[in-house]
């Protein structure tokens, strides 16, 4: 099978893309109930701390497989058959079976772009162990994307495994040479760091969070040094123009925080894809203006 696999692109992409569409069902069970878990902990350390008795008993039973998906609105189980990635949100018309209550559009587009990047990462590096490590983190970017967008957080059960995962695939210089790769890892938590305390130095206010940092030194580790430049700019041009516009054109309040790391996993997935194109072009435009 593993060779008819190999032997067929086409065969691979498109279990790639139906892995990708499973994942990202997946996934949307992380970014809602991994913040929440984290809430949770916590809570307990806090009342742990302060001697109180927990305010709930059920904590420990709150995880990513327990208990079983419900439907919000009348806690309706949810079937394996209503659960099929895209497929089941058109058949029920994006309502629940039982109550016939919306389902948020959210769901299946997560799943449908989970398994669109992962046809693209399986296109671009083929059957290989490069592709195996590019699927974990474009997941993991997907995860860590919408949980910053709901609640400015970049979870450290995510951020700081990617880093010794990247620099663990890099023993084999998969994406980098291990030097690079370390150097990278140190550069992008440095880099970060160092704006972050500048300018708070100047305006006493904070710019950006600690999981900006950690996520960057995950992208680092992963793609090396070289790429930091062009992953800092892309993710600084990108989230500059969306600020602006939202400010326009949405009445976003100018103190009002935005999420850096969507940008940053935006320009981190670009990287790892077409790292080395975005390099010359940046490279070439430098040299020619």
């Known amino acids: 099978m593993l060779q008819v696999i190999q032997s067929s692109p086409e065969l691979f992409i498109t279990l790639t893309v139906v892995l990708g569409l499973l994942v990202g069902s997946f996934l949307n069970v992380v970014i809602y109930r991994l913040p929440v878990m984290m809430e949770r902990e916590w809570k307990a350390q806090c009342d742990e701390l302060t001697g109180n008795e927990p305010a709930d008993s059920s904590l420990s ?10 439907c919000p609105h009348c806690d309706h189980p949810i079937g394996a058959l209503e659960n099929i990635p895209v497929i089941s949100y058109l ?17 299946p587009i997560i799943e449908a772009f989970t ?45 700081l495994p990617l880093v010794w995962f990247g620099i663990s695939f890099n023993l084999f210089a998969t994406y980098t040479d291990l030097q690079s790769s ?79 790391g969507p940008y940053l996993a935006a320009a981190g ?19 020619n203006s």
């Open 61 to 70: 039973t709150f995880t990513l497989s327990k208990p079983r998906s419900r």
């Open 91 to 107: 058949v029920l018309g994006g309502k629940c079976k039982q109550c016939k209550a919306s389902i948020s559009m959210r769901y």
């Open 115 to 159: 398994g669109l990047l992962s046809g693209i990462v399986a296109w671009q590096f083929g059957f290989d162990w490069a592709c195996l490590g590019a699927l974990l983190l474009t997941w993991s970017l997907i995860a860590l994307t919408f949980i910053d967008v709901d609640h400015q957080l970049l979870p450290d059960s995510i951020t």
């Open 182 to 260: 370390v150097i990278g890892a140190m550069a992008g938590y440095l880099s970060l760091w160092l704006v972050f305390h500048g300018f708070k130095l100047v305006t006493g206010k904070e710019g950006m969070g600690y999981g900006d940092f950690k996520l960057l030194a995950a992208l680092g580790a992963w793609l090396g040094w070289s790429l930091l430049p062009s992953i800092i700019l892309l993710s600084s041009l990108v989230g500059a123009i969306v600020g602006i516009s939202l400010i326009l054109f949405s009445r976003h309040q100018r103190n009002t925080p935005i999420p850096f």
């Open 269 to 287: 997935w670009l990287a790892l894809v077409w790292g080395n194109d975005i390099n010359n072009a940046y490279l070439t435009w430098v040299l």
